[in-house]
């Protein structure tokens, strides 16, 4: 995902420079979020993953992606419009990427705490 993100920079740069395709900005946008999202999954399943073990951290992650989509689908008039809210945040997407790096290394040293402290 970071060598796709590192990839797609300069071509989305040069495309967005040349023309005035904003497409193709929000394309990038909309990558730097879900990578960093990624991130932020792949940093809380891995202590996760190394304290409880694979069948218990497939349960949470069961229970991770469902409950909150079943919630958001039942509480979504509740919720303001999510488009709008990005737009908001849409100056920040560039440092996302960077953000997400920093909670999976704080999350590898976790990680690393919990495995040195474990009995096999």
Not at 10 to 37: C, D, G, Q
Not at 78 to 92: E, G, H, M, R, V
Not at 105 to 111: A, D, E, P, Q, Y
Request: proline share 4%.
């Amino acid at each position: 995902m970071l060598f796709g993100l590192i990839l797609a920079l300069p071509i989305v740069y040069i495309i967005h420079r040349f023309t005035n395709n904003w497409s193709s900005a929000e394309f990038f946008l909309t990558f730097n979020l879900l990578v960093t999202l990624a991130f932020c999954m792949l940093a809380l399943l891995l202590p996760i993953y190394i304290k409880f073990g694979s069948i218990k951290g497939r349960m949470f992650l069961i229970a991770l992606c469902f409950i909150p989509g079943f919630l958001f689908s039942l509480l979504k008039d509740y919720f303001p419009d999510i488009t709008l809210t990005l737009s908001n945040l849409k100056q920040y997407m560039f440092l996302a990427p960077f953000a997400g790096l920093l909670i999976l290394w704080l999350s590898s040293l976790i990680s690393t705490a919990i495995y040195q402290r474990k009995e096999f």
